[in-house]
């Protein structure tokens, strides 16, 4: 009698350990990828500067052109701070969700923390130190400083980025959740609700709200409430 035998497991294929590849370098070269995308490198080509992880760069900051050769993975607010000096914008959460780094990107307001260096070339970023100055403040500053709009002032920078570009958020005819609560959206009038929601990105860990609603008033040309 023969006994049946059980046909034998197939066996895994040999790995191939030229095909390894960590976390570390999978980031590494999909920033590269992607930073040259974002200035219009070919993959192929940003791909080549892998090794380094750098890239050259020119971008107009405060109207001023600037060149340097930063990494890939440099961050908008890292650029301005540790290769520009400009610390006037600051680092609160590094997340997005606090606004202390809000700049300005072609008049539009954006998290600096949150956006790419590379991804700023072409545009005309504008920072506290591009809105004026000691001897000539702009009108966003005049404002927070007649109103007394801030406390230990860490969060003001942004802050007043924000209210600057709120004006011209305005002056557009840009909506907000508030107008859509009222109903007005046409051009909304600029309540003191509509403040508080249009600036609710930026917090003031301080509290100095009241002021801050107060200096952004008076910069909308709205008077007392």
């Known amino acids: 009698m023969t006994r049946r035998t059980e046909p034998d497991a197939p066996k895994p294929p040999p790995e191939d350990t030229n095909l390894e590849l960590t976390r570390r370098e999978f980031i590494a070269t999909t920033s590269v990828v992607s930073a040259g995308l974002a200035i219009g490198i070919l993959p192929a080509a940003a791909a080549q500067t892998g090794a380094a992880n750098t890239i050259p760069i020119t971008i107009s900051i405060n109207k001023q052109q600037r060149t340097l050769t930063i990494d890939t993975r440099t961050s908008l607010l890292d650029l301005l701070r540790e290769n520009l000096d400009l610390t006037g914008s600051k680092k609160g959460c590094d997340h997005g969700q606090c606004g202390a780094c809000t700049v300005l990107m072609d008049g539009r307001r954006i998290n600096s923390c949150l956006t790419l260096a590379v991804a700023a070339q072409g545009a005309e970023i504008t920072t506290i130190e591009g809105l004026g100055t000691p001897d000539n403040l702009g009108p966003a500053q005049s404002a927070f400083l007649t109103h007394d709009g801030f406390q230990c002032g860490y ?34 009038d600029i309540t003191d609700d509509e403040i508080r929601e249009r600036m609710s990105g930026n917090i003031c860990r301080c509290g100095a709200y009241p002021n801050i609603v107060a200096a952004v008033r008076a910069l909308t040309n709205r008077g007392a409430a």
Do not use: K, Y
């Open 155 to 188: 969060c003001t920078p942004g802050q007043i980025c924000s209210a600057t570009a709120l004006v011209e958020e305005v002056n557009r005819g840009d909506l907000s959740l508030a107008s859509f609560n009222t109903g007005h959206i046409q051009h909304p």
